[in-house]
């Protein structure tokens, strides 16, 4: 948490992922900036109807192998 930072979502995308929660996650690693989502559930995520190509949706363990490399 104290590498945190409130982010203000001003817009509210559908995604339209199985997972109605999923679509928040998605939404407001937007409008953070984020440049990835790491989770195990990768293949709720690819379900999208919009796409955002600068967010990438890894694996833990994908992330890690990333983060040694």
Not at 10 to 13: A, G, I, K, P, S
């Given at each position: 948490m104290s590498?945190?930072?409130?982010?203000q979502v001003?817009?509210?995308?559908r995604p339209n992922l199985r997972d109605e929660g999923d679509n928040h996650v998605l939404e407001l690693a937007v409008a953070g900036g984020a440049s990835a989502i790491v989770t195990n559930n990768v293949s709720d995520f690819r379900s999208s109807d919009l796409?955002?190509?600068g967010v990438r949706v890894l694996a833990p363990k994908d992330f890690l192998k990333e983060m040694a490399a």
């Open positions: 590498a945190c930072e409130w982010v001003y817009y509210l995308w796409r955002f190509p």
